[in-house]
C-alpha cells in the first residue's frame, strides 16, 4: 500500500497557454512519482482527481477559460477538452451512492472493477455563482442553479451523495439536496416542477468563505460541515439539524480547513502562513475528564499560540538559502524579492492514518507534516503557484506504480461530451455510457471442496449399493469357483501331459543309454 | 493425510478402487505433483490417460477427473496438456446418449478446468488452446442438448474470452438459443438454465467484428420495441385509452418499422379468448422480453456501452401500469374466467417488471435517482387497492408479487441516505405492516358457508374450502391451530424493507409507532422462543438501527433495546459514550505519561488507573520500583513517617526481596531515625493518587486493620491482581 498525494497549483497569470504548469501525484512515503499531468493548472478547488492508479481521471477546469480538461492516469497531456458553458471556478465529484446497496442481505456479491468507469456526478460552481450538476455517464447537464451572488469559492458532495454545498464569496454558504437538483423526470410541463431551493442557507459569516469541509458520517445525522472564512471564523455545523454548533474566532483569516478523519481536531491553514491546530475535546485539568470543546453554539476564541503548541510554522520560512540555490522554482525567487507579501496556507489534506498533514501554500510549495512533532516530513517539487488543490489517495503499491496500460482504445477511454444545455425533461432521452461490470463472485466457480464433493457423490453413483450389489457377488463368486475347477481341470490335464512327457523322456532316456551300453 | 506417489500409480494401473483420496492428495499435497521424477511423470499421465481412453465407463469417468487435477501442475500442463486436450476432446466428440451423463459432465468440466489454466499463458495458448478451440465450440454445440445448462455456461465463457474464434458460431449458438425460448416447455426450464440462456443471448454481440456495442444497442432498442407490440395486445381485453397517460406512455416508445419485422425473436403471438389457456402466453412472452432485457442491461459487457436507460424504465413503467386496478375490461370481454386470467397476466408482468427494476438498481445505482420519483410511483400502482384501503385478501393471494415489491423499494431506498419527503413511500410501509399481522382465520367464515360474504369483518374473510361435511368442531375448539403462520421469506423481506426505511425517511408519527411496536414485540417473541435467548441478525440489525435512526421520535428506543440485547458491542458504545483517543506525543518524563494513562483509561476502573499509573511509574524508575509502589499504596494510609522511612531504606534493595522484608519496616523505622526529603518524583506521584477512588482508600484501611507482618503481603498480592 502506498499513499499518494496529488497537488495541482494556480498556475502563472503571466503564462497564458499554462506551459509551465503542472500538477504532480507523489507517494508520501518514498521518492516514487505516480503521475505526472502537463499543462494543468485551475482556480482554488477547481480540480478533482477520481483516484489514483490506471483507469482514473484528472478533470481540471481551466482559469479562465469555459473549458474543461480531462486526463487519464499515466497520460501527461490531456485526453479530452470538454467546452462548458461558462468558466468555473471550483469542481467537486461524487461516486454512486452504493454503501447500502452491497450489505450481505441485499446482494452476496460485489462487481469487479472494469477499465471503464467514472464518477456519479460533476458539480462546478461559477464566477458568476451558479451551481452546474453533470451526469458524468451521459454527460447530461441535469441542473443549472443561481446560486450565490458573486463567485462560489468551494463546491462539495458529501460522501453519501446526499448533500452538496457551496460556499462563495458574497459570504454565504449554500446547502443542496442533491436528490432536489438531479429530479428532472418528474412531470413534463414546467410548471409542476418544482423550483429546487436550497436545504439550508447559511448566512452567518461576513467575509468570503474560502474552504469547507464536510465530515464523513456512517449516520447522515452526523454530518458536520466545517466552514472556515476570511473573516477569521470556523463554523461547525450539524446539516441535518441546520444548526450552528460552534464558532471558533481566530486571530486572522483563514484560507483553508481539514479535519482529522476521526473528528479529533480541525487544522486550519491561515492566511499569515500558519497552520493552527484546533482540538475537538481535550482534557479538562481541573476534573482530567475528556471535555468536548465548544458545542451548543458556544463562540470559542482562539487564542494566539506563543508556545507554538498548536501550530505549524514551517510555512512562514521564506529560507534565502533555499531562494538563493537553484533548486526553487525561478519564478518563486522573482515572487520573494518583488513582493513580500505573506504566505498563505492555501491547501491542506490529512493522511489515511491522521497522522500527516500534507499542506500547499501560496508559493507553490507542499510540505508532509508530522502531526505531533510539527516537524515537516517530507517537501516536494514545488510548482510556480499559489496551491490549488490537494488531494490524498491511498492505494495498492502495485496500481499505483504500473505503468498504465493503455490498451483501452480511446473510444472506450473518453468520457461522454457534456451537454451544455439543460437535459431534456423526457426520460426516454436518459442514455448512459457505461461498461456494465462483472460480477466479482461468479455463480459458476466453485472451490475444490465442492468439487470433490460432488466427486464423491458421483462415485457413489457408479458403486452400486443396492441390495441386488450382494446377489451380484454371489454370481461373481460362483464365476470364480468354476473358475476354479476349470483351472483344477486344467492343471490335471497340464500335469497328466507332463508326466507323460516325463516317462517318455525316461524311455527315451533308457533307450539311449542302452544304445550307448550297446555300443 | 495423502497418499503416496506410488501407492497412487499402482491404483491407476486398473480400475481404481478409490478414487476420491487420490484426486483430493493430488490436489492438497501439491508436493506429489512438483518432486514428482520425469519416469513418475510419464507413468501417471500414461496412466491417467489409459484410464481416461477406457471402455469402462468408471474407468473413463476417473481418467478424466484426473486429468483435471493434475492439470492444476504447470509442467505436466506445459509437456502433456497436449495430450490430456487430445484425449479429453476424443472422449467428448464419442459421447452419445448411451454413456453415462456424467462421463459428459466431467469432461466438460476437466476441458473448462483446462483452457482456464492455459489461457492467458502466450506460448501455451498458441500451441495447445488455439488450435482445438474451433473443435471444442463444435462439440459443445453438438452436444448441447445434453446437459444444456452446463455447456451454455462453457460457450457463455469462451464467447466472453475468444469473441474473435467464436465468430463463426455466432449465428448457429444465437439459432439454437432462440430455439430454446420458442418453446412451449421454455416457462418450465429451471431458473438458472433460463439465466444463463438470457445471459449468452446478451454476450453475444461481443463477437461482432466492429462496434460490438452497435449491436448491443440495436438489440436492446429492439426488445424495447417487441415487448411494445406484446403490450398493444391488451388493447384487445381493457381500454386502455382511458388512461391518457398510458397513451402517453405508447406514444413515446418506438415501434418496429414496417421493414424490422425480422428482428422480432419471437414468433407471433395466437391467442383465442376461447382458450383460456392461451392468454397465458402474453405473460410468458412479456417474461421472456423483460428477463432477456434484463440480461442485456445487467450482464457484463468487455466493453462500454450506450445504455437507454430512460426507454427501459419507460417500458416497465408501461408494463406496470397495464393493471386492471385503473382499466376497465371492454365491453365484449364479460367472461368471468377470461377476466381473472388477464388480471393474472398483469399480475405476472407487474411482478417480473419489479425484479428487472431492482436489479438495475445494483448496476446503474445513482443513475436512477432522478427517475426515483417517478419509479415509486409506477410501483405503488401495483399494491392492490379497494375502497381506498389494502385490498389484504387480494395481498396475501399475491403475496409473492408484495414482496418483490417491497424489496425493490427497499432497494431503491438504498440509493439515498436521506429522503425528506415520505409521501411516495408510505402506501409501502402500510403494505409492510399488513404482511406481518397475525393472520387470523375468522372462525366465522369458516363456518359460514364459502359463498356467502361476511358482513361485517370483510378484512379477515381468508377462507378454507370447506364445503364438505368435515366436523366444525376441531375450528372453533382448537382455533390457534388454524392460525396461519407468516411465511419466513416474507418476514424476511419485511424486515430488510423496514430497515431501509427506517434508515433513510422520517416517517410520520403513526407509521413510526407501528414499525417500532413490530420490532419490539417481535424482537422479545423471537428471544423467548428459542433456547439460547439469541434474537436472529437480521432483527437484530433492525432494532440497532431503529436507535441510531430515531427518526421523528425524541425518545429514543435505546433502553427498550439495550435490555433485549445489552450485550452487543455497538450499544454498548452507545450506552457507554466517548471520544476517540487523542493522539498524544509520548515524552519520557513520567508526567506524560500520567497525563496519557488518564486520558486513555477514561473508562476504566478509577482502582484500575490509579494501579497501572503506579505501574508506570515503576518501570520508569527502574531500581527504586517496588519499594515506590508500596509507598504510593501506604501513601494514603496516615502513616507517613513510615513510608518516608520504608523509601530511604529500601531505595536500594533488589524488588524481589522487599517482600520478604516488609514485615519487619516498622520495627527500622525507628532505627533510622532521620527522615530523608521525599524525592521529586514521590511528590508527584502522590498528587496522582488523589485520583484514586475511594474503593482504593477503604481497601488500604482494611489492611490497615491487619498485623504488620500481614499488611504488606496483602498489598503485594492487590498489585498482583491489578
Redesign the interface.
Known amino acids: 500500500m502506498d499513499e499518494s498525494i496529488f497537488y495541482i497549483a494556480e498556475g502563472d497569470p503571466a503564462d497564458k497557454h499554462s506551459q509551465e504548469s503542472f500538477a504532480m501525484a507523489t507517494s508520501v512515503h518514498n521518492s516514487h512519482q505516480h503521475a505526472s499531468f502537463r499543462q494543468a493548472d485551475c482556480a482554488k478547488n477547481g480540480a478533482v482527481l477520481t483516484g489514483s492508479g490506471p483507469g482514473e481521471r484528472l478533470l481540471v477546469a481551466s482559469p479562465n477559460k469555459a473549458l474543461l480538461n480531462v486526463y487519464s492516469w499515466g497520460k501527461e497531456s490531456p485526453d479530452q477538452r470538454i467546452p462548458l458553458p461558462e468558466a468555473l471556478t471550483c469542481l467537486s465529484l461524487v461516486s ?3 454503501s ?4 450481505d ?3 452476496s456479491s460485489q ?1 469487479n472493477l ?1 477499465s ?1 468507469r467514472i464518477p ?2 460533476l458539480a462546478g460552481g461559477s464566477k458568476s455563482g451558479k451551481i452546474y450538476v453533470w ?1 458524468l ?2 454527460g447530461s447537464l ?1 441542473c443549472v442553479k443561481e446560486a450565490h451572488y458573486q463567485a462560489i469559492s468551494v463546491v462539495r458532495f458529501s460522501k ?3 448533500f452538496l454545498v457551496a460556499g462563495s464569496d458574497d459570504a454565504r454558504c449554500t446547502i443542496w ?3 432536489d437538483l ?5 412531470g413534463e410541463d414546467e410548471d409542476t416542477v418544482k423550483a429546487a431551493k436550497p436545504f439550508h442557507a447559511i448566512t452567518d459569516n461576513t467575509l468570503a468563505i474560502s474552504d469547507l469541509y464536510l465530515s464523513e458520517a456512517g ?3 452526523d454530518l458536520r460541515l466545517y466552514t472556515v472564512s476570511k473573516d477569521s471564523t470556523l463554523r461547525i455545523y450539524d446539516i ?1 439539524t441546520k444548526s450552528l454548533l460552534t464558532t471558533f474566532i481566530l486571530p486572522e483569516a483563514i484560507d483553508s480547513v481539514v479535519t482529522d478523519p ?3 481536531a480541525v487544522y486550519l491553514g491561515l492566511a499569515s502562513g500558519l497552520i493552527r491546530t484546533i ?1 475537538l ?3 479538562n485539568p481541573n476534573t ?3 471535555e ?1 470543546i465548544g458545542g451548543n453554539r458556544k463562540i470559542v476564541t482562539v487564542e494566539n499560540d506563543p508556545n507554538l503548541n498548536f501550530t505549524f510554522v514551517h510555512h512562514q520560512q521564506r529560507l534565502s538559502a533555499e531562494t538563493n540555490t537553484s533548486l526553487l522554482h525561478k519564478s518563486l525567487k522573482k515572487k520573494n524579492d518583488d513582493d513580500n507579501k505573506p504566505i498563505s496556507v492555501t491547501k491542506l489534506a490529512i493522511s489515511l492514518d ?2 500527516n498533514l500534507v499542506s500547499g501554500d501560496s508559493l507553490g510549495r507542499v510540505f508532509v507534516s508530522d ?3 510539527r516537524q515537516v516530513a517530507k517537501t516536494f517539487t514545488p510548482c510556480n503557484s499559489p496551491i490549488s488543490y490537494i488531494q490524498v489517495n491511498a492505494a495498492p503499491f502495485d496500481a499505483l506504480n504500473t505503468p498504465s496500460s493503455s490498451k483501452v482504445d480511446k473510444k ?1 477511454r473518453l468520457i461522454p461530451q457534456f451537454k451544455r444545455v439543460l437535459a431534456s425533461r ?14 466479482a463472485k461468479d ?2 466457480e466453485e472451490d ?1 471442496g465442492d ?2 464433493s460432488r ?2 457423490q ?2 457413489l ?2 458403486k452400486n449399493l443396492s441390495g441386488v450389489n450382494s446377489s451380484v457377488k454371489t454370481v461373481s463368486t460362483s464365476a470364480i469357483s468354476s473358475s476354479n475347477q476349470e483351472l483344477e481341470e486344467k492343471l490335471a490335464k497340464v500335469s497328466n501331459a507332463y508326466t507323460e512327457l516325463r516317462t517318455k523322456h525316461e524311455e527315451l532316456l533308457k533307450e539311449h543309454s542302452k544304445v550307448l551300453s550297446s555300443k | 493425510m495423502s497418499v503416496p506417489l506410488s501407492l497412487i500409480l499402482k491404483e491407476l494401473e486398473g480400475t481404481p478402487s478409490a478414487i476420491i483420496p487420490i484426486l483430493s492428495s493430488l490436489y492438497y499435497d501439491k508436493s506429489i505433483l512438483n518432486g514428482i521424477s520425469k519416469p513418475d511423470s510419464k507413468h501417471l499421465v500414461s496412466r491417467t490417460l489409459n484410464l481416461a481412453r477406457s471402455a469402462n465407463e468408471y474407468n473413463k469417468w476417473a481418467g478424466t477427473n484426473i486429468i483435471r487435477v493434475i492439470g492444476d501442475n504447470y509442467t505436466i500442463l506445459a509437456n502433456e496438456g497436449f495430450n490430456l486436450f487430445n484425449q479429453l476432446i476424443k472422449n467428448l466428440e464419442s459421447y452419445n446418449e448411451t454413456i453415462n451423463i456424467k462421463i459428459l459432465t466431467s469432461t466438460i468440466e476437466s476441458l473448462n478446468y483446462l483452457c482456464d489454466k492455459i489461457r492467458g499463458k502466450p506460448t501455451l495458448t498458441r500451441e495447445i488452446l488455439t488450435p482445438k478451440l474451433a473443435t471444442i465450440i463444435t462439440l459443445y454445440l453438438e452436444k448441447l442438448h445434453y446437459s444444456p445448462l452446463l455447456i451454455i455456461r462453457s460457450l457463455k465463457k469462451l464467447i466472453k474470452f475468444h469473441p474473435t474464434t467464436f465468430r463463426p458460431f455466432g449465428n448457429k449458438l444465437r439459432a439454437k438459443l432462440i430455439g430454446f425460448l420458442h418453446l412451449n416447455e421454455f416457462t418450465n426450464f429451471p431458473t438458472p438454465l433460463k439465466n444463463a440462456i438470457y445471459q449468452t443471448i446478451a454476450t453475444l454481440p461481443a463477437i461482432e467484428k466492429t462496434d460490438p456495442e452497435i449491436k448491443w444497442e440495436l438489440d436492446v432498442r429492439s426488445l424495447v420495441k417487441e415487448l411494445k407490440s406484446v403490450l398493444t395486445i391488451y388493447q384487445e381485453f381493457l381500454n386502455l385509452n382511458d388512461d391518457s397517460s398510458i397513451v402517453k406512455l405508447f406514444e413515446n416508445l418506438p415501434s418496429f418499422e414496417e421493414n424490422q419485422q425480422s428482428e422480432r425473436i419471437l414468433p407471433d403471438l395466437a391467442i383465442d379468448v376461447n382458450e383460456p389457456q392461451s392468454v397465458f402466453q402474453i405473460s410468458t412472452r412479456i417474461e421472456i422480453l423483460l428477463n432477456l432485457l434484463k440480461a442485456y442491461l445487467t450482464y457484463e459487457t468487455q466493453f462500454s456501452v450506450k445504455v437507454p436507460l430512460g426507454l427501459v424504465l419507460t417500458a416497465n413503467e408501461l408494463v406496470c401500469s397495464i393493471n386492471v386496478r385503473f382499466l376497465s375490461f371492454k365491453g365484449d370481454i364479460r367472461d368471468d374466467q377470461i377476466r381473472k386470467i388477464i388480471k393474472a397476466t398483469t399480475v405476472l408482468n407487474s411482478m417480473n417488471s419489479v425484479k428487472f427494476v431492482k436489479e438495475l438498481a445494483f448496476v446503474y445505482k445513482g443513475s436512477l435517482l432522478p427517475h426515483l420519483d417517478n419509479i415509486f410511483s409506477f410501483l405503488e400502482v401495483i399494491v392492490p387497492f379497494k375502497n381506498k384501503k389494502i385490498d389484504y385478501d387480494e395481498l396475501i393471494i399475491q403475496e409473492l408479487v408484495s414482496t418483490e415489491l417491497l424489496s425493490c423499494v427497499s432497494t431503491l431506498l438504498s440509493l439515498v441516505s436521506y429522503l425528506s419527503d415520505y409521501s411516495p413511500i408510505l402506501r409501502f410501509v402500510d403494505l409492510a405492516l399488513l404482511l406481518v399481522e397475525p393472520r387470523v382465520v375468522d372462525s366465522q367464515t369458516l363456518a359460514k358457508p364459502a359463498n356467502i360474504n361476511v358482513i361485517s369483518n370483510g378484512k379477515k374473510n381468508k377462507k378454507k374450502k370447506n364445503n364438505s361435511s368435515i366436523p366444525l368442531s376441531d375450528l372453533l375448539s382448537h382455533q390457534h391451530l388454524f392460525a396461519e403462520s407468516i411465511p419466513p421469506t416474507t418476514s424476511k423481506t419485511v424486515r430488510e424493507f423496514l430497515n431501509a426505511i427506517i434508515t433513510t425517511v422520517s416517517l410520520p408519527p403513526t407509521q413510526h409507532y407501528r414499525i417500532m411496536r413490530y420490532l419490539i414485540i417481535e424482537a422479545v417473541h423471537a428471544r423467548h422462543y428459542n433456547n439460547e435467548h439469541l434474537i436472529p441478525a437480521g432483527l437484530k440489525s433492525l432494532l440497532i438501527n431503529a436507535v441510531l435512526f430515531p427518526g421523528y421520535e425524541k425518545i429514543s428506543l435505546l433502553p427498550i433495546v439495550s435490555s433485549i440485547f445489552g450485550d452487543d458491542p455497538l450499544l454498548s458504545v452507545f450506552n457507554n459514550p466517548r471520544f476517540p483517543p487523542l493522539p498524544i506525543y509520548i515524552k519520557s518524563a513520567s508526567a506524560k505519561i500520567l497525563e496519557e494513562q488518564e486520558v486513555e483509561d477514561e473508562d476504566e476502573d478509577e482502582d484500575e488507573v490509579v494501579a497501572e499509573v503506579k505501574d508506570e511509574i515503576a518501570e520508569n524508575e527502574n531500581e527504586e520500583s517496588q519499594p515506590k509502589r508500596r509507598k504510593l499504596e501506604t501513601n494514603i494510609v496516615p502513616a507517613e513517617a513510615v513510608s518516608e522511612d520504608k523509601e530511604k531504606i529500601f531505595s536500594e534493595v533488589n524488588p524481589d526481596t522487599v517482600i520478604q522484608f516488609a514485615p519487619s519496616t516498622a520495627k527500622k523505622s525507628s532505627f533510622v531515625g532521620e527522615a530523608s526529603p521525599i524525592s521529586e518524583e514521590t511528590q508527584h506521584t502522590s498528587d496522582a493518587t488523589i485520583v484514586s477512588s475511594g474503593v482504593a482508600v477503604s481497601n488500604e484501611d482494611i489492611e490497615e486493620d491487619g498485623s504488620d507482618f500481614e499488611m504488606p503481603e496483602i498489598n503485594v498480592g492487590d498489585s498482583d491482581e491489578e
Open positions: 454512486h451512492p452504493n447500502k446497496l452491497f450489505v442481505s441485499m446482494r462487481f472494469p471503464f456519479w456526478l451526469e455517464s451521459s441535469l453519501c451523495g446526499t439536496k442533491t436528490l438531479i429530479s428532472i423526470f418528474q449516520l447522515i445525522n441535518m476521526a473528528g479529533r482540538p475535546y481535550n482534557i482530567m475528564v475528556l468536548s491522521g497522522t502531526i505531533i512533532t472506450h423526457n426520460p426516454i432521452e436518459h442514455q448512459l455510457n457505461l461498461e456494465i461490470p462483472s460480477e455463480e459458476e475444490f468439487w470433490l466427486k464423491t458421483e462415485d453413483e457408479f
